[in-house]
């Protein structure tokens, strides 16, 4: 059987004003993506042959971000501000290509699934015209109703032009919506613009399509599948049920989380077999950890790559371009970014590496930082293999530390260090015999001094 063609639009014109926010509504961030993209993505995911995304006016921006995410989806502008239907209606022209299904899906519901789409699908290949996602809030209040009869969408009402027997209805509007694509212009340009704000409202291809004598019937899921983002209230709830997803789905993978509720994930964090996070660690985008690695607690990791065995913090904070070799070890406040560990190397105390390789089995000694910025540009810093770099010494880049060098504690290194070298370089040390007391009478009677001054 052939498969069905199918055409998602995505619309994602609005300004968000009560976001308080100058960043257009859709480009506002869970779990380290933005909404949109977390839109696309379940389309991605739902195998939708082609995607248009609707925006507003000089919403470049927002266009980019789909591009970025789809790179073959199409743009359009919704130039005036007339409503649903018409903002889907800006898309008329991929419409116009005849795919057998449309979906319509918001770019302010970030917690819709892949499969929720294929499910809205479903009835459509079975011969409705409209499928509609409905759920059942706590308190309705707001939402469109769904008038039903039996197991057929009779009208959605929305709020401010539903009757009082209408308002009491549990059964909500969830907004996305399916159209086949046979009947979805003629269902789209029958809308008119009744209702009380002169606006043309996608909710109403429902009573449309029942006057042309097709089938409608709505779909229930759950409500967080619906949720849309207006606030920055609804923005932090959403977050917390994104978050909730993807430490289930890295339990359920088989890493160990010691206290799931305060690791923070990103919605590309990916994790090998056996990983232990401990508490309060966050994950920011574009993380890799590889089986067996152990991240301790109050790290935080962001465009990191952890290899096998390897071990972070606690209070470590690997920055992006890090890339940890197995066994690798980076401990308690060391801060890495663009740098390579290799593997067994360790800095286990009060670091910075930054821009920089370390060799294999290389000890980096606490204290220890790669001084990268010259006030105008990046120099990077090389460390050979089983190097041992002393406590408290600075590496002023560009530099090259041999393999199997040894730098030793409190030096500050500015040439190129040949393999197998010692290399000091900080003052001479000078003791005095018997001076400590005198010093210590010498402080007394300043402070006396200073006392009766």
């Given at each position: 059987?052939?498969?069905?063609?199918?055409?998602?639009i995505v619309?994602a014109?609005?300004?968000?004003?009560?976001?308080?926010?100058?960043?257009?509504?859709?480009?506002?961030?869970?779990?380290?993506?933005?909404?949109?993209?977390?839109?696309?993505?379940?389309?991605?995911?739902?195998?939708?042959?082609?995607?248009?995304?609707?925006?507003?006016?000089?919403?470049?921006?927002?266009?980019?971000?789909?591009?970025?995410?789809?790179?073959?989806?199409?743009?359009?502008?919704?130039?005036?501000?007339?409503?649903?239907?018409?903002?889907?209606?800006a898309?008329?022209?991929?419409?116009?290509?005849?795919?057998?299904?449309?979906?319509?899906?918001?770019?302010?519901?970030?917690?819709?699934?892949?499969?929720t789409?294929?499910?809205?699908?479903?009835?459509?290949?079975?011969?409705?015209?409209?499928?509609?996602?409905?759920?059942?809030?706590?308190?309705?209040?707001?939402?469109?109703?769904?008038?039903?009869?039996g197991?057929?969408?009779?009208?959605?009402?929305?709020?401010?032009?539903?009757?009082?027997?209408?308002?009491?209805i549990?059964?909500c509007?969830?907004?996305?919506?399916?159209?086949?694509?046979?009947?979805a212009?003629?269902?789209?340009?029958?809308?008119?613009?009744r209702?009380?704000k002169?606006?043309?409202?996608?909710?109403?291809?429902?009573?449309?399509?029942?006057g042309m004598?097709?089938?409608?019937?709505?779909?229930?899921?759950?409500e967080?599948?619906?949720?849309?983002?207006?606030?920055?209230?609804?923005?932090?709830?959403?977050?917390?049920?994104?978050?909730?997803?993807?430490?289930?789905?890295?339990?359920?993978?088989?890493?160990?989380?010691?206290?799931?509720?305060?690791?923070?994930?990103?919605?590309?964090?990916?994790?090998?077999?056996?990983?232990?996070?401990?508490?309060?660690?966050?994950?920011?985008?574009?993380?890799?950890?590889?089986?067996?690695a152990?991240?301790?607690?109050?790290?935080?990791?962001?465009?990191?790559?952890?290899?096998?065995?390897?071990?972070?913090?606690?209070?470590?904070?690997?920055?992006?371009?890090?890339?940890?070799?197995?066994?690798?070890?980076?401990?308690?406040?060391?801060?890495?970014?663009?740098?390579?560990?290799?593997?067994?190397?360790?800095?286990?105390?009060?670091?910075y590496?930054?821009?920089?390789?370390?060799?294999?089995?290389?000890?980096?000694?606490?204290?220890?930082?790669?001084?990268?910025?010259?006030?105008?540009?990046?120099?990077?810093?090389?460390?050979?293999?089983?190097?041992?770099?002393?406590?408290?010494?600075?590496?002023?880049?560009?530099?090259?530390?041999?393999?199997?060098?040894?730098?030793?504690?409190?030096?500050?290194?500015t040439?190129?260090?040949?393999a197998?070298a010692?290399?000091?370089?900080?003052?001479?040390?000078?003791?005095?015999?018997?001076?400590?007391?005198?010093?210590?009478s010498?402080?007394s009677?300043?402070?006396?001094?200073?006392?009766?001054?």
């Amino acid at each position: 059987m052939k498969a069905r063609s199918c055409l998602a639009i995505v619309l994602a014109a609005g300004e968000g004003t009560r976001m308080r926010s100058g960043l257009p509504k859709v480009l506002h961030a869970i779990a380290g993506r933005s909404l949109l993209a977390h839109v696309l993505a379940a389309v991605a995911d739902a195998k939708v042959g082609a995607t248009a995304v609707v925006v507003g006016p000089g919403q470049k921006a927002v266009a980019a971000e789909a591009k970025r995410v789809i790179p073959g989806a199409e743009c359009f502008v919704q130039r005036a501000r007339r409503g649903t239907a018409h903002a889907v209606l800006a898309a008329k022209s991929a419409i116009g290509r005849g795919p057998d299904d449309i979906l319509i899906i918001y770019g302010d519901t970030p917690l819709i699934r892949a499969d929720t789409l294929k499910r809205l699908r479903a009835p459509l290949a079975a011969g409705a015209a409209v499928a509609v996602l409905a759920f059942r809030p706590s308190d309705p209040t707001g939402y469109g109703r769904l008038v039903t009869e039996g197991n057929k969408l009779v009208a959605i009402r929305e709020d401010a032009d539903a009757s009082a027997s209408e308002k009491s209805i549990g059964l909500c509007n969830g907004g996305i919506m399916a159209l086949a694509g046979a009947q979805a212009l003629a269902i789209l340009e029958r809308i008119g613009d009744r209702n009380r704000k002169g606006e043309f409202y996608l909710t109403d291809a429902v009573e449309v399509a029942n006057g042309m004598k097709l089938n409608t019937l709505a779909i229930e899921v759950e409500e967080d599948e619906v949720r849309g983002i207006n606030t920055k209230s609804q923005l932090a709830e959403a977050e917390a049920v994104a978050q909730q997803r993807l430490r289930k789905a890295a339990l359920d993978r088989g890493v160990t989380l010691v206290a799931p509720e305060t690791v923070f994930l990103s919605a590309d964090t990916k994790f090998g077999k056996d990983v232990v996070v401990e508490p309060f660690v966050v994950f920011g985008t574009k993380v890799t950890v590889e089986d067996n690695a152990i991240i301790h607690a109050f790290s935080h990791l962001v465009g990191a790559h952890i290899g096998k065995g390897a071990s972070v913090g606690p209070y470590a904070r690997l920055r992006p371009g890090t890339r940890l070799g197995a066994g690798a070890r980076i401990g308690n406040f060391v801060e890495v970014k663009e740098a390579v560990i290799e593997a067994g190397a360790k800095a286990n105390h009060l670091s910075y590496i930054g821009d920089a390789s370390v060799g294999a089995d290389a000890n980096i000694g606490a204290g220890t930082i790669t001084c990268n910025y010259d006030g105008a540009e990046k120099h990077r810093t090389t460390i050979g293999k089983k190097a041992f770099i002393g406590s408290n010494s600075a590496l002023v880049a560009p530099v090259a530390i041999g393999a199997g060098a040894y730098i030793g504690s409190g030096s500050v290194i500015t040439k190129n260090v040949p393999a197998g070298a010692l290399a000091l370089a900080r003052g001479r040390q000078v003791v005095k015999e018997g001076s400590a007391a005198r010093l210590r009478s010498l402080k007394s009677i300043g402070k006396k001094k200073a006392h009766s001054d």
